[in-house]
């Protein structure tokens, strides 16, 4: 394949968040003297803001309404990624790699605030030709809704392009959108053996998402 696109997911694959969105969400619960529920933590991954504040009134029982809690979540990690907000090592090199050869773009499960507090902090914004937050399309991920606007405001056929992930929800939202998947597993929040078989291709590091391997997926 000759790819048209490459789209990045950001938390857990550019940046080193996943344990601080974890850690701010179990944060709330604890100030309310809410137990933190089995499996919370992965049942969020990929969620849109819309879904996982539902879910954090609705399974975990935080006070208030899923907009409150949206908002003391993303105010909390505002405050964090303006002190220290943490880069996967290689993701800047990986991003201008890329960019230098195809149009980038990023599905991200985060909310629009952070996508770009982000990207800015990091120095890339300027590399990625398009954005989409989960919070902009109808579902998040396992759903494919994020990559499949991604690709259409590429202008790029899904089929046609190349998804980097890590979670298991994020690999199931890129493989449902058509995409050819390159994984990049954390090894702290591996993904299940079953999403990770969606993958086109399995790397360890960033650093190992070279051109080469891009150009030569399917």
């Known amino acids: 394949m000759t790819p048209r696109a490459v789209v990045f997911d950001m938390d857990g694959v550019l940046t080193d968040t996943e344990s601080v969105w974890d850690e701010v969400r179990r944060g709330l619960a604890a100030e309310e003297g809410l137990p933190w529920p089995a499996g919370a933590t992965r049942a969020m991954m990929g969620m849109s ?22 908002r003391r979540t993303i105010d909390a990690l505002a405050q964090r990624y303006a002190v220290d907000l943490p ?11 890329l960019a230098a050869r195809w149009p980038l773009g990023l ?13 800015t902090i990091l120095g890339i914004a300027a590399e990625f030709r398009v954005t989409v937050s989960t919070e902009e399309v109808g579902r998040g991920k396992p759903a494919p809704d994020g990559y499949l606007r991604a690709c259409e405001l590429l202008g790029a056929d899904p089929a046609q392009c190349v998804a ?10 890129a493989a449902a959108a058509g995409m050819a998947v390159i994984a990049v597993p ?10 990770l078989e969606l993958a086109d291709a399995v790397v360890p590091h960033l650093d190992d998402v070279t051109l080469d391997l891009v150009e030569g997926l399917r």
């Open 107 to 119: 599905a991200s499960s985060s909310p629009r605030r952070l996508i770009d507090v982000s990207l």
């Open 186 to 195: 954390r090894p702290d929040f591996p993904p299940a053996p079953g999403a």
């Open 49 to 70: 803001t819309q879904e996982w504040s539902g879910y954090l009134v609705g399974t975990v029982g935080l006070s208030g309404t899923a907009e409150e809690a949206a």
């Open 87 to 97: 880069a996967l090592p290689g993701a800047v090199d990986a991003v201008r790699r």
């Open 164 to 173: 980097i992930e890590d979670s298991s929800n994020g690999l199931r939202a």
